[in-house]
């Protein structure tokens, strides 16, 4: 069964601390693994985007990496700010390249 | 504002009541996706579309769900006699191409009372 599974289910961390989330997929055929936050109400934008052969990409302050082998992607969030405060969702595509989502790491940074 | 968008952005109906969404795909985009999402969860897959071509459709998409896409351009998606169960936001994506990424709009909020 393709599935996407994320950890932790929320986390709380101060400004300017880094954290790392968590993507387990089983996705299979393996297309791509991307990256996305939400913020409350609105739609999801994507971070980073992994396709099978990258090991890591960065966008700024986010670091995503991908272990095609166990199937795991993290997202490294650096120096955290307020504004990213928001839901952070992993997403993997199918065969047919339609996304398939996890249930998000709802992530809050405290001043 | 060149991005995906959505209408209306709220909507609040009674219980068996019929509601349609609509959803502008950024031009030239050839793919369209629909997803809901309740609060706590990821974006669930509903349907989607290659131009007019309805590909595929999730077993979430009961016979209550339509979506049409004429002309390959906007889609809607109607929701007969709608149901407490169908409260949640409704997330309408585009791509370029089956590779390309997609990009979300706002949503629709519905809240069936």
């Known amino acids: 069964k393709n599935q996407v599974e994320q950890s932790p289910q929320s986390l709380i961390i101060l400004e300017g601390k880094n954290c790392t989330l968590q993507c387990n997929y089983t996705v299979s055929p393996f297309s791509n693994l991307r990256w996305y936050k939400q913020d409350t109400g609105r739609g999801p934008v994507s971070l980073t985007i992994m396709t099978f052969s990258e090991n890591t990409k960065s966008n700024g302050r986010y670091t995503a990496t991908l272990d095609a082998d166990t199937k795991q992607s993290s997202l490294h969030i650096t120096a955290s700010q307020l504004s990213d405060s928001a839901s952070y969702i992993c997403g993997s595509t199918s065969g047919t390249y339609k996304y398939i989502f996890g249930t998000g790491t709802r992530l809050k940074v405290l001043a | 504002d060149t991005g995906v968008s959505q209408d209306p952005r709220h909507k609040i109906t009674k219980r068996g009541q019929n509601v349609t969404f609509r959803c502008d795909p950024i031009?030239?985009?050839?793919?369209l996706y629909w997803y809901r999402q309740t609060l706590g969860q990821g974006p669930e897959f509903l349907t989607y579309f290659q131009n007019e071509a309805q590909l595929e459709k999730s077993r979430l998409l009961s016979d209550r769900f339509s979506a049409e896409r004429p002309k390959g351009s906007f889609s809607t998606l109607e929701i007969q006699r709608t149901e407490q169960g169908d409260s949640a936001m409704y997330l309408c994506?585009?791509?370029?191409?089956?590779?390309?990424?997609?990009?979300f709009g706002q949503g629709t909020r519905l809240t069936v009372v």
């Open positions: 031009s030239e985009h050839n793919r």
């Open positions: 994506a585009s791509s370029l191409d089956s590779r390309a990424e997609a990009f």
